[in-house]
Nanobody, 124 residues
Framework: QVQLVESGGGLVQAGGSLRLSCAAS????????MGWYRQAPGKQRELVAR???????NYADSVKGRFTISRDNAKNTVYLQMNSLKPEDTAVYYC??????????????????WGKGTQVTVSS
């Protein structure tokens, strides 16, 4: 149905930047909210940022002013530009789509899709 694949993670020094991408593939008619979550070792997964299909965004307080989420609906892709990275941003970053329609039938939709994650490591 719908698969999410993240890319763009890596190792960067504190103060540096990375851009994550998440491409949704499959037969897709529409995706509602797309978002980025992260999970650091020993911690729960937490919301980083999310964006609606119309472009409304919200961010975790810890990343406001440093991270920017955007999406290209034509490409079913969401991006996360991360600037001024800190060691505490180190985590596996996961892409999420909360709701996606993959057909024209009444029941042709699925919920809560996740990618496999991409590692972001920020060295001090």
């Amino acid at each position: 149905q719908v698969q999410l694949v993240e890319s763009g993670g890596g190792l960067v020094q504190a103060g540096g930047s990375l851009r994550l991408s998440c491409a949704a593939s499959g037969t897709i008619f529409s995706i509602n909210i797309m978002g980025w979550y992260r999970q650091a070792p020993g911690k729960q997964r937490e919301l980083v940022a999310r964006i609606t299909s119309s472009g409304s965004t919200n961010y975790a307080d810890s990343v406001k002013g440093r991270f920017t989420i955007s999406r290209d609906n034509a490409k079913n892709t969401v991006y996360l530009q991360m600037n001024s990275l800190k060691p505490e941003d180190t985590a596996v970053y996961y892409c999420n789509a909360d709701w996606a329609r993959y057909g024209l039938g009444e029941g042709d939709y699925g919920m809560d899709y996740w990618g496999k994650g991409t590692q972001v490591t920020v060295s001090s």
